[in-house]
Nanobody, 127 residues
Framework: QVQLVETGGGLVQPGGSLRLSCAAS????????MGWFRQAPGKDHEYERE????????????LLADSVKGRFTISRVSAKDTIYLQMNSLKPEDTAVYFC????????????????WGPGTQVTVSS
């Protein structure tokens, strides 16, 4: 089974930047689309995870949520099961646990389309 691990979370001031990384290990998922979801404080269910961004297995196709468009960028390392989420101009409402996920489908916005999930990394935007 594929294992996903997120890194790069932390505390940052509003307007600041942060880069999250997600590395996959185990069985190859080179044909999987990968994405980022976030779960705001106080929301305990998986279906409450909000779509943030996704990238196709080739890295050529990306999709961003309207709430982060223009501020966040998702990318995938060529021939590597690693993705990044560059977050700029961070806002307090970006505070959440960010999850990396992998999907056997093309880029999707629904969490149910993703088969594997990382444990999450906390991002806190506060002054």
């Amino acid at each position: 089974q594929v294992q996903l691990v997120e890194t790069g979370g932390g505390l940052v001031q509003p307007g600041g930047s942060l880069r999250l990384s997600c590395a996959a290990s185990g069985r190859t998922i080179s044909r999987y689309a990968m994405g980022w979801f976030r779960q705001a404080p106080g929301k305990d269910h998986e279906y409450e995870r909000e779509f943030v961004a996704a990238v196709s297995w080739s890295g050529d196709n990306t999709l961003l949520a309207d709430s982060v468009k223009g501020r966040f960028t998702i990318s995938r390392v060529s021939a590597k099961d690693t993705i990044y989420l560059q977050m700029n101009s961070l806002k307090p409402e970006d505070t959440a646990v960010y999850f990396c996920a992998a999907s056997p489908y093309s880029v999707r916005t629904m969490s149910s389309a993703y088969e594997y999930w990382g444990p999450g990394t906390q991002v806190t935007v506060s002054s």
